[in-house]
């Protein structure tokens, strides 16, 4: 057991508070960032005649060959240490001897972790907004391909209007962009340096800020230090935007889950993406859409827990928010792993256009066109609609549809039909004549389309190795840098 704080200390720690008390099981995901973190930390201190440039040197080069060590498994993260903090100082004191016991200076490990998470947490919304990308995209190409692909569209799971498959995906499209907006958002806020804090109220040394916060690519360091080791806003934003992530993954899984249905037949799975049963030799189960919609309980899980660890902490660290990992991690890799696998899902779905559009064809999909149909021959709405449900009546009782009727039933219903009433209930004029601003008619469709795409191209790429990583955006109503000294 290689504690930090051993000095004031005259027994030994108990073995079960020790294993309840680390980290290190979980926080070993942070050793990137906390050399990350590190680093920019010596840097500075040398900068600011704290530390010699052959202290900072021995030091970074510890450092480097720590990460190395344990890329390459030579260095094994275990449990002999209480977290990765301590792992990371332990073995650079192993390594370089003295110089490695000034890495800490002006440093609490309160501040410290608080860097780490918001660094993972920052890189963490980068990767799920480029996922949320690549969704885009396949549900853009989606529409672009079925423009014309009729298909009832539903309200309280009832066939309700004609629409088509691009525009029911449309709908997530528009769902997942504001996913994105709300990621962007999201890193605005939170891309503050807390470094520097240290344990709640600064130090005395004269630390620069400024420096290590835009080494890391933050627009500068947070201004209160007490807030700086007691927020988790960030992370609580980050969860809440993951949890309607997950709904909307959620609804889109429902919805492939019935369209998959033998009821439905709207579209089938890839065998690649479908699993099939132990007992019954026919079944190809939509297990995926299934899972991802029973993970969305448990990134709402991490957003409640989270919420419910910080509500009752006086200021300022307190060893509740080591909590934070296990949950946050969790819905980290299920959101990723939920976002790929789905895309993948859809990529490669098939529909079935002939069931959607036949489909689309009963159930009187078509009856608010008939009213519309009446109104255009001067008859007040109300009426028509009230005539138009005796129709339905009719039709249902002669178990056929309004475009099957002869002239003369309809006729007998009320004397204006004509016809032209025939192309007016047909399944592309209904669509086709809702031209309406985000209405599924194709010209109105493609307009929609075509500035989806001018938004995919225009997006920035955020992922590591990229020209913009770390650029992030640019910071909102903030003058030039130094503007904080001068409050
Ligand atoms: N493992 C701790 C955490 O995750 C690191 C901070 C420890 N600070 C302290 N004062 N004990 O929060």
Redesign the pocket.
């Known amino acids: 057991m290689a504690q930090l704080w051993g000095g004031r200390f005259t027994k030994e720690t108990d073995q079960l508070v020790y294993k309840f008390n680390a980290?290190i099981e979980f926080?070993k995901r942070l050793l990137a960032q906390d050399i990350q973190g590190s680093i920019a930390h010596v840097i500075m201190l040398c900068r600011q005649g704290i530390l010699t440039d052959e202290e900072m040197n021995s030091i970074l080069n510890g450092l480097q060959s720590i990460q190395q060590d344990v890329k390459d498994g030579k260095l094994v993260i275990d449990t002999r240490y209480e977290?990765v903090?301590s792992f990371v100082e332990a073995n650079l004191i192993d390594r370089i001897g003295d110089a490695g016991k000034k890495l800490h200076t002006g440093r609490?490990?309160?501040d410290?972790?608080a860097l780490d998470m918001r660094l993972y947490t920052r890189l963490q919304v980068i990767v799920v907004d480029e996922l949320l990308k690549e969704l885009l995209e396949t549900i853009l190409k989606t529409m672009e391909e079925n423009v014309d692909t009729y298909m009832p569209g539903f309200t309280h799971l009832q066939k309700a209007q004609p629409t088509t498959l691009a525009h029911h995906f449309g709908a997530y499209f528009e769902m997942f962009k504001r996913d994105r907006l709300r990621m962007k958002d999201i890193l605005v806020r939170m891309n503050y340096c807390p470094l520097g804090a240290g344990?709640m109220a600064g130090t005395t040394y004269p630390l620069d800020r400024e420096l290590t916060a835009d080494l890391m690519g933050f627009y500068g360091p947070t201004l209160n230090s007490m807030d700086s080791v007691a927020d988790r806003d960030y992370l609580i934003e980050f969860l809440s935007a993951l949890s309607t992530v997950m709904m909307h993954l959620s609804r889109f899984s429902e919805e492939i889950i019935i369209w998959n249905s033998n009821e439905y037949q709207f579209v089938e799975i890839d065998d690649a993406y479908s699993t099939g049963s132990s007992i019954m030799p026919q079944k190809k189960n939509p297990d995926i859409a299934e899972l991802v919609r029973g993970k969305t309980g448990r990134v709402y899980g991490a957003l409640m827990s989270l919420l419910t660890t910080m509500k009752g902490l006086p200021l300022a660290?307190n060893?509740d928010?080591?909590e934070d990992?296990e949950v946050a991690f969790d819905a980290f890799d299920t959101v990723k792993d939920c976002l790929g696998l789905f895309n993948g899902m859809i990529a490669t779905l098939k529909f079935k256009k002939d069931r959607m559009a036949e489909s689309a064809m009963n159930g009187f999909t078509n009856a608010t066109d008939a009213a519309d149909y009446l109104v255009g021959k001067g008859v007040p709405f109300r009426d028509a609609h009230g005539i138009i449900g005796q129709l339905v009546l009719y039709c249902i009782d002669k178990n056929t549809s309004i475009d099957k009727l002869s002239l003369e039933e309809l006729k007998s219903i009320h004397p204006v039909f004509e016809e032209d009433i025939f192309d007016a209930v047909s399944l592309k004029t209904c669509v086709e004549k809702r031209l309406t601003i985000g209405a599924p008619g194709r010209e109105a469709m493609e307009k929609v389309i075509a500035l989806h795409r001018e938004y995919l191209a225009k997006e920035e790429d955020y992922l590591p190795g990229s020209e913009n990583y770390n650029i992030v955006t640019e910071e909102p109503d903030t003058p030039a840098p130094g503007w904080w000294q001068q409050i």
């Open positions: 980290s926080d977290d903090h609490s490990r309160n410290q972790v344990a660290y060893k928010m080591q990992k």
